[in-house]
Structures are given as C-alpha cells and as structure tokens.
C-alpha cells in the first residue's frame, strides 16, 4: 500500500499485520522527508510512530477516542486520518499545526499543547461516555516525562475511580525533553528491568490494572498488547518502551537536541538555518553561571527545558546542586522558588510565557502573597515568537501585572535587561519577573535606573501634545511613530515604562498640562493589560488614551507583521490614528 492510498483508519486495517512494519517505514522516511524541510518535534514522532500505527489498526477511531498529551506526537496520527497530503506534498506541509486541532479533523479530540493534561481530558470524555450510555473505547497517551506534571497525578487518581473502559498509554522513552528528573522515574526504571513485574509499581499504587511491553517500537507486538486491552471493562495502563527519535541516528544519538527543532540535513542532522548575532537565552545562561560562581545561595531553576535560559548539559553539571530541574513541574517550580527565597537563597526560575499560565496560584498565594524575592524569567513572549494557538506568550502581561506584590519588569535593551537581572537578584522588597525580549538590542551604553524607585518611567525624549508609552519591544514602534508624527509638525514626548505593573503617576499627573493624548502599546493582550492602568489613571480626566495591543483572543499560526497591522500597531498606522485624535 502507497502512503497516498491511506485516507482513513479504514484503508490501513485492510492491510495484513504483517506488513505493518513495511509501512512504518514508508511513514518513517515521508515523516523525515517534512522534518527535515519544516522542522517540528521529531524524536517524540519518531519514537511513538509504531505505536501510532499499531493503536489506528487495533482501535476504532473516531468511535474510539484517542487523546495524546502534548500531541507533539500526534504526526503519524494525522497522516492516518486524512491529512497525509500535508506529509507527503511540500505545497501543503503547511495545512496543518504541530498539535491535535478538531477543526482539522474528527480524529482530533481537543486543542492540546500543553504537557500532562491527557489523563483528565481522557477521563473526561470517558465518564461522559458513562453519562450519555454510550460506548467505545477511550484512550489517554501520555509520555514518561509528561507524567512529572501535578495534572497527570489528579488524572491518574481519578481514573482509578471510573470503573468503566479506559485505557493509559504511558509512552516510556526514558526522557522528557532533557533527561528526566524526579523519583518516580526510578519505579519505571524499575519496572522495565524486571519486564513490569516488580512489586513496587506506581500505576498499580493508584488504583490501575497494569501490562507492560518492552518492545514499544515493534509494531506487531503492540497490535498484540492494544488488542488484550480493547474494550476492557475497567481502567488500565499499558506501559511500553519506546526509544525516542527512532530511526534516525542523529536523534537517537542527541535526544535532547532533536526533542524540537529547526530544519535540518537530513544526512547529517545539522540544522539549516544560521543564526547570527546575539540572543538572551545564551546571554542569561552565562550570567547565571557567572552568578552561581560568585554566590553559592543562587541556584537557576527550570521545568525540564533549560535550554530557555542557555543551560548547556556542561553548564548543569558543573552547576551541581546550584541548578534544579523539577521536571515538567512549572506549580512546583515556583513555590519552591519561594521556599529557597524564605530559606535565604536566591532562586531564578526561567520558563516561557505560555507555560506561566499553569502557575497562576502559585504565583499569587505561595509566592507573592508570602513576599519571597524569588526571580521569574519570562522568555518566548509576544508577536515575535512562538506563534501557535497552544504556545503564544499574550498572557503574561495581564496576568502578572495584576498581582499584589509582584514587580513586574519589560526592559527594552541588553543593558536594562542585565541591570534588572542585577537589581532583582539583589533587592529583598519581594518577587520580581522579567519578561525577556525576543530580540537583543543594545543601547551602547549602561542603564542606570534606580530600580528602587518603583514604578518610575524614564522619559527618552519629553515634548508636548502626544505622548508614546512602548512598553518592551514596542518601544521602537513607539519611537518610530514619533519620526512620522515630527513630519506633521508634532512634537511628542517618548517614554519607556519598564514597570509593567504600576504606574507613574508623578509623570503621568505632569503629562496633563501640555498633552492631550496619551498612547500605549503593549505586546500581548490589552485586557486588562498595561495600557487599562494608565486609561483607568486618566478616567476622570479630559486626557485623551489610545491603547493598543491585541484584542482578547486565540490567534493560530499567525504572520507577525499581518497580525500588527491587524491591531493597527504599525507606526504608520499609529501616527495616522494620533493625527484623527488631535484634528478632532
């Protein structure tokens, strides 16, 4: 059978178990073929494609409900479902996300990105199956690294409790993105040395009947094992072994590297695209290590993707117990952050924005209600970053600046950014989060804001009638609808604010006697965000506020200059919206 011929699960049950290896071949080389060209997530497709194929041949989709945590290896799944055109044709290797989306398909249960939520989800769908009087079979996958999330327990808890068909395919490849962390990983260990038979098991503990198989990349084996547990009658956890980046030996070989990445040689493995020039992921690995050498209370803290902050394997080893990996563990993370603030150490925790979001309590009550001066790094923010439905960083604005306590920081330059990152880790007043640029700028020449002064903006250039408030990167839009608006014989004043989460109100109150506007923009969602703080200051005034930023919404696979002049952040467009505001 021809890839081009599978258009459903149908036409691949018509094939012979026997020649599903050849098939996985065929699936292997075209999934290579679009990694290599597109990059994407390439060792967890690779490592779950047999089981992929084998649970398609086995179970009854979309009767049957599959549910893949993370769904960074749902690849195969698509291929099998309809879309293997956006595999095997160049022309529409964009047709589809990196993700599980049901408007791509019925196949596709839910919108996942996010790490150790396919247990819940999966039960969810199970018990209203149960309520509806339904039936099929449902059926969670979920990796041995996504099982390190505080998700994954409440799931696994609570699918104990069904008493009904549902099954636990735990994908064990021995990794999360880097190797694992935490102590469960040594029951598993455990349980692959003794071919699942040891008397400590971690699924069994929490209530789940429990099969194991080694052999989690043959593809006849695994027909075997998934068709013991169709249509079961009561929650069980298969447990299979898979090697992660199978059948591509540059990724077997370096499992961390090739978890996610750019495109690449497929000969050689080498990514094909140069980047030049500086970026804040290498610049705050190195601080931080320069920190931990002078300071033995720091210690750099990640959720199981260090490299965020540059922390090469090296750096982790010589960092010793300065460095801390919980584990896809972001809840933990911080309230432990808090704990070695209190004990007197000094904890910077590094993760990126869309993965902020899953802290919310911690950040509020374990954190910042208990005032710990504990440093938040937020990376991949904004427009000019991550760019799925299920990974843009928009939140973060709105979400930290409104917390009581926290010192919420958007610097502009190389040199604000390290003075920050100096001031935060130096000052006891309590919590502070950075959120990082995209891109590094340098001013040439060193930030000497007094960061105690809280809330203080720096005026760059002071005029009259209009002033621009660019908050982070958008200060250059800022600076740059300043030039245009000159052209119009108009003379605006130009601030950056670098505190998100408090306003000047000594400069804005000054602003009043020769402005009559004032325009703020801010790279996220506007709801709540900086610019209804600097409106909600001006309400009771005739001060006239143009906020922009984004409109509250999910944005997918977005073209970041598309998406300004959507919100109508260009400078063109904002000088153009001052000149209304002032001709009124």
């Known amino acids: 059978m021809q890839l081009s011929d599978i258009h459903s699960p149908k036409d691949l049950k018509r094939l012979p178990v026997e020649e599903l290896p050849a098939l996985c071949q065929q699936l292997r080389s075209a999934l290579l073929q679009k990694l290599s060209a597109c990059g994407g997530h390439i060792g967890p497709n690779l490592g779950f494609l047999e089981a992929t194929v084998a649970l398609h041949y086995v179970f009854d989709s979309p009767t049957d409900k599959f549910v893949f945590d993370v769904s960074h290896q749902s690849y195969v799944h698509k291929m099998l479902t309809g879309r293997m055109q956006a595999f095997l044709d160049p022309a529409h290797y964009a047709d589809v996300s990196g993700y599980t989306n049901p408007a791509e398909s019925e196949h596709d249960s839910f919108n996942v990105g996010h790490t150790s939520t396919s247990v819940s989800l999966a039960v969810g769908l199970a018990r209203g199956r149960d309520l509806l009087g339904k039936s099929g079979n449902v059926v969670a996958v979920i990796g041995d690294g996504s099982l390190s999330g505080g998700e994954a327990f409440e799931g696994l808890d609570n699918a104990a409790m069904l008493g009904s068909n549902f099954i636990v395919v735990v994908n064990d490849n021995e990794m999360s993105i880097p190797e694992n962390s935490g102590g469960m990983y040594r029951n598993l260990k455990q349980l692959r040395e003794t071919d699942g038979k040891a008397g400590c098991n971690f699924f069994k503990a929490m209530g789940l009947d429990y099969m194991y198989e080694d052999r989690g990349n043959d593809v006849k084996a695994l027909v075997d094992i998934f068709r013991k547990v169709k249509d079961t009658d009561h929650p069980v956890a298969v447990h299979i072994h898979t090697q992660k980046g199978m059948g591509y030996a540059p990724a077997m070989q370096n499992k961390e590297y090739f978890h996610w990445g750019f495109p690449f040689d497929l000969q050689t493995g080498a990514c094909k695209l140069k980047f030049e020039g500086e970026n804040y992921q290498d610049l705050t690995g190195a601080w931080l290590m320069d920190q931990i050498k002078r300071r033995p209370e720091v210690v750099a803290i990640t959720a199981a993707m260090p490299m965020t902050f540059g922390f090469t394997p090296a750096m982790r080893a010589e960092a010793g117990r300065q460095f801390v990996d919980v584990g896809i563990a972001e809840e933990h993370a911080v309230a432990m952050a808090s704990g070695i603030a209190k004990a007197g150490g000094r904890p910077v925790f590094a993760l990126n924005s869309t993965f902020l979001q899953r802290t919310y309590d911690q950040m509020i009550q374990d954190l910042s209600l208990n005032g710990n001066p504990a440093v938040i790094l937020v990376f991949y923010n904004g427009v000019y970053s991550l760019n799925d439905v299920t990974h843009t960083g928009f939140q973060d604005i709105p979400m930290l600046s409104n917390i009581p306590g926290l010192t919420y920081l958007s610097p502009v330059t190389k040199e604000e950014y390290f003075a920050m990152l100096d001031w935060s880790l130096s000052q006891n007043a309590g ?47 800022a600076a740059e609808t300043l030039r245009l608006l000159e052209q119009q014989g108009v003379q605006g004043t130009l601030i950056n604010p670098k505190f998100v989460s408090g306003v000047d109100t000594v400069l804005l109150e000054s602003l009043k006697a020769d402005h009559e506007l004032v325009v703020t923009l801010e790279d996220g969602i506007m709801e709540g965000g900086f610019g209804a703080k600097i409106a909600q200051f001006y309400g009771d005034s005739s001060m006239k506020v143009l906020c922009r930023g984004l409109r509250k919404d999910f944005y997918d696979r977005f073209k970041t200059d598309e998406l300004l002049r959507q919100m109508r952040l260009t400078p063109g467009q904002l000088a153009a919206d001052v000149m209304a505001v002032l001709n009124r």
């Open 431 to 477: 919590p502070v989060a950075i959120r990082v640029p995209e891109r590094v700028v340098s001013s040439g020449s060193p930030d000497t804001t007094d960061y105690n002064r809280t809330n203080s903006y720096e005026v760059k250039r002071r005029g009259t009638r209009v002033a621009l408030l660019g908050l982070g990167v958008f200060q250059a839009q």
